[in-house]
Structure formats: C-alpha cells, structure tokens
C-alpha cells in the first residue's frame, strides 16, 4: 500500500496550490478518504474528507469555501484543491484512508489506516 503526496511548496499569501495523492495497493475506489494537515508544534488536524465515490465532501470550517476536495478513482488519485491561502494554512499536508464515521465527525484518522509521507505547504511572502 502507498500513498504519495505531492504539489506542496511556497506560496504567497492569495495564493493557490493544488496538492494530488496517488494511491497504489489497494482499491482505491472503495475507500474513503481525507486530507490532514500538521503545523510545526502541533498536533494533526483533520481538513477534509470525501467519500468513496466523490459524492459526499467535509471540511474543516477553518477551510470551508477556500479548499475543495475531490477524487479520480479511476486515476487512483485523490486532490485538495486549496485558494486564498493563508500563512496559518502552512502545515505539512497527509493524505489518508477513511471512512464514513471519521469523515462525518470530522476526525484524524488513527495509524491503523493508511497515511501517505506528507508534503510541505508554505505560506509566506
């Protein structure tokens, strides 16, 4: 099973990223699936979810209305598309597996699930 992130880097303030999670080793297709994120000093926060099909998407309220979520399964790839950030959306960004209770109730998925390497986001000008 991987999971491997990629599209973070610096950006300014305003600005825009778009950050894809390939998958592979599974089926991909059947999970759920979120995007968490960790800022230096503190611990995981869950940002979004989507369910198995693309039908159903969460967020987080600090990133309702400026970050999208959404899925190619038959990619294997999952997105978070993310404007106007700001400089308290630097994090290290995870992709996971999920389901239908930690996305509904808007939690970090535990390490009994799959968890890609990570990729950096900054914001900065």
């Known amino acids: 099973v991987q999971l491997v992130e990629s599209g973070g880097g610096l950006v300014q303030p305003g600005g825009s990223l778009r950050l894809s999670c390939a998958a592979s080793?599974?089926?991909?297709?059947?999970?759920?699936m979120s995007w968490v994120r960790q800022a230096p000093g503190k611990g995981p926060e869950w940002v979004s979810s989507?369910?198995?099909?693309?039908?159903?998407?969460y967020y987080a309220d600090s990133v309702k209305g400026r970050f999208t979520i959404s899925r190619d399964n038959a990619k294997n790839t999952l997105y978070l598309q993310m404007n106007s950030l700001k400089p308290e959306d630097t994090a290290v960004y995870y992709c996971?597996?999920?389901?239908?209770?930690?996305?509904?109730?808007?939690?970090?998925?535990?390490?009994?699930?799959?968890w890609g390497q990570g990729t950096q986001v900054t914001v900065s000008s």
């Open positions: 996971a597996t999920a389901d239908h209770y930690l996305a509904t109730m808007k939690r970090v998925p535990t390490n009994e699930y799959y």
């Open positions: 080793g599974f089926t991909f297709g059947s999970y759920d």
């Open positions: 989507i369910n198995s099909g693309g039908g159903s998407t």
